[in-house]
């Protein structure tokens, strides 16, 4: 899979402490690489990637990417081949009670990541993750190109579109003879391990576990979901292109689902709650704060150039991921029925690479 380019390969993972993070150590893991994690401690309990003991797995820095000497030093004596940038304030609403926190993290943690990377020279390719929400999104039912106006209404969602902007300037004014960077745009990903807050199927699963009403605020919003093996995917699909032809894929790339497997926040609640088996839903009144109703990607580029489709619908999705809550709940051993998730991923995937 992906060419074996992973295999021994030493791979760096910033946010590796997080939800996406922690799927993308293991599948790393798999894959036959040595993964080096630098992030924050877990902040949620439970946590992926305590519960599944993953700082066992990897070896693995807590640190903070505003950290420069401790971020430079930690890249500069592991060399690693390829670094894939995950660290992020990664929450819409906490943007509205933290915006400095989020502009710092979001913009000024990425540069001081792609600085110290071009410090270190082991380093052949970095996939830089920022978000769907990088786009100016005007509501428009289709989706959006990867050439298409950066923006965002609210801070996180600007903070990317920064780091997109940046992330180009970035490239063309210093990496002409460096490594080859990628930005990779994916949007909202589910899957099991995932308890952050304000996240509509973490506060589903938390809400049926409690034996409480699911309170969802904007039943008809809109997103592109996939299950987080899917973005993953097209990461290391990206990286392994970047590993073997360098800068012909240093570009911007989104990864989202198919166009028909997007439907409203109230259909995504009723699908866990009938896979579950339990669990009612309650309309809140909306609050005040500002997000987005409709919001779509165009994947025709992922397709045509990286040759990367979906592999999973999203009752597929909704599916895998309310089994993995249900293993996890009842005491199984739940790394190992991740690994089990990522090779059924990974025999199902569309292309093989």
Not at 13 to 38: D, E, M, R
Not at 53 to 68: A, C, S
Not at 128 to 138: L, P, Q, V
Request: aromatic share 10%; with cysteine.
């Amino acid at each position: 899979m992906f060419n074996n380019v992973y295999l021994n390969k030493k791979i760096l993972i910033t946010g590796a402490s997080g939800f996406k993070g922690s799927w993308l150590s293991l599948w790393l893991i798999s894959l036959g690489a040595h993964v080096l994690g630098y992030s924050l401690e877990p902040d949620t309990n439970p946590s992926m990637f305590k519960e599944l003991k993953i700082e066992k797995n990897i070896r693995n820095v807590f640190g903070n990417i505003l950290d420069t000497e401790k971020l430079e030093k930690t890249i500069n004596d592991y060399q690693p081949d390829i670094v894939f940038h995950l660290a992020a304030q990664p929450l819409v609403r906490l943007s509205y009670s933290e915006p400095l926190l989020t502009y710092q993290t979001n913009v000024i943690g990425t540069l001081n990541v792609l600085e110290a990377a071009r410090k270190t020279n082991s380093i052949k390719a970095f996939v830089n993750i920022t978000t769907d929400k990088c786009y100016e999104n005007k509501e428009i039912a289709r989706g959006y190109k990867e050439d298409e106006p950066m923006g965002g209404y609210d801070m996180y969602s600007s903070s990317k579109g920064c780091v997109e902007i940046m992330s180009s300037s970035y490239r063309r004014s210093f990496l002409k003879e460096g490594y080859a960077m990628a930005t990779a745009r994916a949007g909202n990903v589910i899957g099991g391990g995932d308890w952050s807050a304000d996240r509509l199927v973490p506060d589903c699963i938390k809400s049926i576990i409690n034996s409480e009403k699911i309170n969802i605020r904007n039943p008809e919003s809109t997103r592109p979901w996939q299950h987080v093996l899917e973005p993953l995917s097209g990461y290391l699909r990206l990286g392994q292109l970047l590993m073997e032809e360098g800068g012909k894929y240093a570009e911007g790339f989104n990864f989202g689902p198919k166009l028909t497997d997007i439907i409203p926040v109230k259909e995504i609640a009723e699908l866990i709650v009938k896979n579950y088996g339990s669990g009612t839903i309650n309309i809140e009144k909306k609050d005040t704060l500002h997000e987005a109703n409709l919001l779509m990607l165009d994947i025709d580029k992922a397709k045509s150039t990286l040759g990367w489709t979906p592999t999973y619908n999203i009752y597929q999705a909704i599916e895998k991921t309310v089994e993995w809550y249900k293993e996890f709940y009842k005491g199984g051993d739940i790394l190992q029925f991740t690994f089990a998730q990522i090779k059924d991923f990974g025999k199902n995937m569309i292309n093989k690479f």
